[in-house]
């Protein structure tokens, strides 16, 4: 089986980790964190890497450097599935919920913030 596994984010730092595993050709994300000293694009992993769909996103623990950027790629990849343990999930929306307000009582307004509902809530993984 060939194998591939790039860096996107994170490799030599704590902050916007994220990794592109691509097995037999299929891409698989590996977390999509925010750096945390960083503000804007430079917030993000590089997710211009990504050629090809994602099937899958993983997501290993809900730290914001593993979970900060989940909106933005679900924005970008809407079809892909998110996989993470019960317990990372529930505690993963609330900390995205979190800081899509800080966002926005900063003047960050929610377009830059997909996944967000019109309710407040937001919205990324499925049922």
């Known amino acids: 089986m060939a194998w591939t596994f790039t860096v996107l984010g994170g490799g030599q730092e704590i902050g916007a980790n994220s990794y592109l595993l691509s097995l037999s ?10 750096h945390p000293k960083k503000f804007g694009l430079e917030s ?37 599935p998110i996989f993470a343990t019960l317990p990372t999930k529930d505690i993963a929306l609330r900390m995205l919920h979190n800081t899509v307000t ?3 009582q900063y003047g960050h ?15 990324l993984f499925r049922p």
């Open 25 to 34: 050709g299929v891409p698989l994300l590996l977390d999509a964190g925010l």
């Open 44 to 80: 993000l992993p590089d997710y211009d890497w990504i050629e090809r769909e994602l099937e899958a996103i993983f997501i290993t623990h809900a730290h914001l450097d593993h979970v900060g950027s989940l909106p933005v790629i679900n924005h970008r990849h809407p079809q892909a």
């Open 102 to 104: 800080d966002a926005s």
């Open 109 to 123: 307004g929610d377009e830059h913030l997909p996944g967000r509902e019109r309710d407040g809530r937001v919205s």
